[in-house]
């Protein structure tokens, strides 16, 4: 019996049908060895040529002072014993090789208000810095930027004022943060300010990746519509772009009063919602915001086991609320987040590792069935992986070895890349 319809006139229907690359197993593969876990902020007055080194010493230090064996990590964040000795020998390898992997030079709210005159010093003196760092490759496979005051409004000419002078004793190409933008013309305007540093002072075009900062709720306002504008705007032509989240800007713009101002409150998670349905599995980078809880030992040079009694309890319990808020993130497929201190390097790559050392060998065993599956719906044991979970399992691996967590020559990290070559082969810029 003949039928009336017919496939074949739905073909050229079909191929104008718009696609999200995020839908694909290929970009869930996408290579992002080069992508930052953390960035350290400090203010602009306190960086010079020895600030990351000081800052290493100080987070090695207390990695040995509060958690100097396996025992000690399980006790201090509840870690089983079956994963507390990786956990431990991962973390005490990555603070030995390179703890800060990222750095901000702050001249908004971690540098306060200040004349011209002392601005105006202060980023010809970091310019300088990183000028002298670079030349001297001290900075090694560390990343660094800067962070300016806000473009819109009575701050704005004072933000082109600093990153002129940071540029013009820099010379070299940074990451450049921008706070508290709200609309499309601001990030434009943020955009076209780096091009134009750029060509003055002879950088590669869009070598400075530009991150916006979210942390308005004017940023939110029209939701994921206006965060791909935003976004789109900023990254213009192809210029690299990351958007961090504000979490007590937010809060607080949002009235939220400051006993409520944690960085789980609700208002937060729909803000990271939002970022992760709009920017997951894209070449977007998405930062989380900051703890304010500080390890600070309240004794410097504790004279009596009282002291220093006291002074682990103050530092072990911000540890722990430090790592439950980036533990909390990375549930949101946030995989960076701030620093504000340099002793919450440690928790924040104890966090980082548990959160794929505790999952790895479940998460093992599925990948391996997945791919050999050619990627169709497989089971492992309970638990049933279709094309979906088939992204999560490699979005994880990936991350996972972009963390080092996982070795650069592991036979199925070389296998995922081999199978989805297409996608994960592609470079990106930071």
């Not at 971690?110 to 000028?131: F, I, K, L, Q, T």
């Not at 473009?151 to 190409?173: E, N, Y």
Request: glycine share 8%; with cysteine.
């Amino acid at each position: 019996m003949e039928s009336a319809f017919s496939e074949a006139a739905w073909a050229e229907t079909l191929t104008k049908l718009p696609t999200s690359e995020a839908t694909s197993l290929g970009a869930a593969a996408r290579d992002r060895r080069t992508a930052p876990s953390h960035v350290v902020y400090g203010g602009a007055h306190l960086f010079g040529t020895q600030t990351i080194d000081k800052l290493e010493q100080i987070a090695r230090a207390g990695f040995e002072t509060y958690l100097p064996d396996s025992d000690a990590l399980a006790a201090v964040f509840g870690v089983a014993p079956a994963h507390a000795e990786e956990i431990h020998r991962r973390v005490d390898a990555q603070l030995r090789r390179q703890p800060v992997a990222d750095c901000r030079i702050d001249f908004e709210d971690g540098y306060g208000p200040r004349s011209d005159e002392e601005e105006d010093a202060h980023a010809s003196a970091a310019g300088e810095a990183v000028a002298a760092l670079a030349a001297t490759g001290r900075l090694g496979d560390r990343l660094i930027g800067v962070r300016c005051k806000r473009l819109a409004g009575a701050s704005g000419l004072r933000a082109v004022r600093t990153l002129h002078r940071f540029f013009d004793a820099a010379k070299v190409p940074v990451r450049v943060t921008v706070p508290k933008v709200e609309s499309v013309d601001e990030a434009a305007a943020a955009s076209a300010l780096l091009a134009a540093l750029e060509h003055a002072y002879g950088l590669p075009e869009h070598g400075c990746v530009l991150e916006l900062m979210a942390e308005t709720p004017a940023f939110f306002s029209e939701g994921i519509p206006k965060l791909h504008a935003i976004t789109a705007a900023a990254g213009v032509r192809g210029r690299p772009v990351a958007v961090h989240l504000g979490s007590y800007d937010l809060t607080a713009g949002a009235g939220i009063p400051f006993v409520a101002q944690r960085p789980d409150h609700p208002i937060l998670d729909h803000a990271r919602t939002l970022l992760a349905l709009a920017f997951g599995g894209h070449d977007v980078e998405l930062s989380d915001g900051a703890t304010t809880t500080l390890p600070i030992a309240p004794h410097k040079q504790p004279n009596s086991d009282d002291e220093r009694v006291q002074n682990a309890q103050v530092v072990t319990a911000a540890f722990r609320q430090h790592a439950s808020d980036v533990a909390h993130a990375l549930r949101f497929g946030i995989y960076e987040s701030w620093v504000l201190h340099p002793m919450q390097l440690v928790s924040h790559r104890v966090a980082q590792t548990r959160f794929f050392v505790e999952a790895l060998p479940g998460a093992r065993s599925r990948l391996s069935r997945f791919l050999e599956g050619e990627a169709r719906a497989s089971r492992v044991g309970a638990e049933f992986d279709d094309a979906a979970t088939g992204r999560g399992l490699l979005q994880f691996f990936v991350r996972a070895a972009a963390l080092g967590i996982v070795d650069d020559g592991d036979p199925l990290l070389e296998e995922t890349r081999r199978r989805f070559a297409d996608a994960s082969g592609r470079e990106r810029r930071t």
